[in-house]
């Protein structure tokens, strides 16, 4: 499970570099076109987010303020666990991608400070594809109501069943409540 650890770390430390650029007035659209797609590269091409600054960030005196808040604000996700899944039942477009029988559900945190207590904001499906290790798949957590939702509502391309536990590895307990609850568990 080390290297789907060190594949996450790498992948939050690309969001955090893309983000902090992406409302960077000083830093060019090339710069951080770059670090967007080197963002985007962890995800399979089937689900990249194709983040991107898009120029609306500076247009105004409000919205420059705005993009310097957004930039103070990021911080790097903090891992929390991994779980290691067997047989997982996919969505019929995951299917046609995922090449292994594993799946990796990696829990981490939001990536900008706020006033809550630190709390499990994604989990980040990654697993074996015709493309190599990518994230296949996110799962969102609603901290107001303490539940985990699906961002997309189409079966095809969602995990569905995660299958068969078979390994777990903690890194940091969260301090929100129904977070530690879930990471207590199993």
């Known amino acids: 499970m080390e290297n789907i650890k060190q594949f996450i770390e790498q992948f939050i430390q690309a969001e955090y570099q893309f983000t902090r650029m992406k409302y960077d007035i000083l830093v060019s659209d090339e710069d951080c076109q770059i670090q967007a797609e080197r963002n985007n590269n962890f995800y399979h091409t089937n689900n990249a987010p194709n983040d991107r600054r898009t120029g609306r960030e500076f247009r105004n005196d409000e919205k420059k303020a705005f993009a310097v808040t957004n930039k103070e604000r990021a911080i790097p996700r903090t891992l929390f666990q991994i779980k290691q899944y067997v047989n997982p039942v996919l969505g019929d477009a995951l299917k046609r991608i995922v090449t292994g029988k594993d799946l ?72 929100e409540e129904t977070s530690l609850a879930d990471y207590n568990k199993e």
Request: proline residues 4%.
């Open 104 to 175: 990796y559900a990696c829990y981490v945190s939001y990536p900008s400070k706020g006033g809550r207590d630190l709390y499990f904001s994604s989990i980040f499906y990654v697993a074996e594809t015709n493309e190599g290790q990518k994230i296949i798949y996110e799962k969102s957590f609603n901290s107001d109501t303490g539940v985990w939702y699906h961002p997309v509502d189409m079966d095809t391309v969602t995990v569905i069943d995660e299958g068969k536990l078979i390994a777990v590895e903690k890194y940091l307990a969260p301090e």
